[in-house]
């Protein structure tokens, strides 16, 4: 595709429950982002990848939250037992690399409201 | 903590009026420096960035100013339109770091 995508748009479960959010990146883009946007809030940084690995798991908030990206390609985002403080818009993005000046492309998000 | 925020939350303008928005960040090591605009229920997308080394960067109808000094940054938007109506981002890197710190956005509404 064009862009990058995530699916799906809208997720709505309940506390307790196990989501996995998609994301497919830019082809050839080597370097993916995982970023999570609360209500009026900024984005905050997740978790990166460069090829299929991840160097930098830091934004992490707990260890219910885990990340893989098989093939340098598509990955996934994982929440595990979700809490309604984990309700917030899930964003990805891809870059070429992952150097200063490689753009950041975003997708549109998946919401994820937890009841 | 190390961050980069906005001065104002909101910003409401007149249809052809120039537009300003201003970001203030903490760490003097950032030298990269983004703007984003994200319409509802789209990602952010990239509007124009600039490296520490600049003062000014230009582009279409858009402007970056950057003031190390006083460690501030404003994107400058000439003769806003309707379609600019957006949450407006800055965020910053730092050296080969590739990871965004984002501030907190300002609303724009252009009103007709």
Redo the contacts between chains.
Sequence with gaps: GAG?SQSPSNKVTEKGKDVELRCDPISGHT?L?W?RQSL??????LI?FQGNSAP?KS?LPSDRFSAERTGGSVSTLTIQRTQQEDSAVY?C?S?LG????????????TRLTVL | GES?GLHLPTLSVQEGDNSIINCAYSNSAS??FIW?KQES??????II?IRSNMDKRQGQRVTVLLNKTVKHLSLQIAATQPGDSAVY?C?E?R??N????????TLLTVNP
């Design positions: 990058v370097a982002y970023y009026g809030q900024g984005l905050e940084f990166y930098d934004g964003l993005a870059s992952g150097g200063l000046a490689n753009e950041q492309f975003f997708g549109p998000g | 980069v030298d990269y984003y229920g789209k990602g952010p997308q990239f960035d981002f965020a890197r050296g080969s590739y990871k965004l710190t984002f501030g907190k956005g």
